[in-house]
């Protein structure tokens, strides 16, 4: 009895130092992005502030203090990312719920109707060997809003637009697959950097380098994976394995 309470105990402070380990990476990370990405804003706020107090001409005032504005809601949308990409790692409580796959990402992609349109995509999609799964409603929009979204985004100017998307059981896991035709991604290049906060491997007027950030924060918060395999001027596949919360996949 005291060598199993001996062993339990031991397991017990294995997983508080995992814990505790994992929690100093993520504030150091979180240190680390907050002197990066909020230091530019600052600072561009510090010197309009003393050329609007120095410049005595009304019109030039009004021109700097648009700029000013500009430059205080681009810092005030960085915390609220930051913020936001914190919360997910610390929510332990977010309601699961069934999701049926077709019907829902049916309801995504109608709310990017209008870069359909535009692009001319085609959207294939198949989930029969997984129909279904239980997530949390707002991360799973979240993850397929910001792959799709990127997926049409990011489409070759050569070609029209082909995004597959599709589903399979491993085990008590789901894999969901999302492929384009797209520009691709050279992974050689950036593959350290894809999941990383701020980061873009394109060239668009939209283009912040949060989307894949957040969607791996959101992934990995609940235990899952997520990966890509991609080629420049061929496309990219992003792979979401999520765990199933109730262990079993009805069909």
């Known amino acids: 009895m005291l060598f199993r309470s001996l062993e339990e105990a031991n397991e017990t402070i294995r997983k508080n130092i995992a814990t505790l380990t994992h929690q100093k990476k993520q504030l150091e990370d979180f240190c680390n992005i907050i002197s990066h990405n909020l230091r530019a804003p600052l600072v561009n706020i510090s010197m309009l502030v003393e050329m609007v107090t120095e410049n005595a001409v009304q019109s030039g005032n009004n021109i700097l203090l648009d700029k000013l504005d500009k430059a205080a809601k681009n810092l005030n949308e960085t915390f609220n990312e930051l913020v936001e990409s914190i919360q997910i790692s610390q929510d332990t409580e977010i309601p699961f719920e069934e999701i049926e796959l077709q019907n829902f990402t049916e309801s995504i992609i109608d709310g990017l109707q209008g870069e359909i349109n535009k692009t001319e995509a085609i959207i294939e999609m198949d989930f029969n060997k997984a129909p279904r799964l239980h997530y949390p409603v707002s991360y799973m929009k979240s993850i397929l809003f910001n792959i799709i979204s990127n997926a049409l985004k990011y489409s070759s100017p050569d070609r029209k637009p082909i995004i597959k998307i599709s589903s399979e059981i491993k085990k008590n896991l789901i894999v969901i697959s999302i492929s ?44 899952g994976k997520i990966w890509v395999q991609s080629e420049p001027d061929v496309g990219s596949t992003f792979f979401v394995e999520l765990i199933n919360k109730q262990n079993e996949i009805t069909q």
């Open 180 to 223: 384009d035709n797209g520009l691709g991604i050279d992974l050689e290049k950036h593959r350290d950097n894809l999941f990383k906060i701020r980061k873009v491997f394109h060239s668009h007027p939209s283009a912040k380098g949060f989307g894949l950030f957040i969607t791996k924060s959101q992934v990995t918060a609940l235990g």
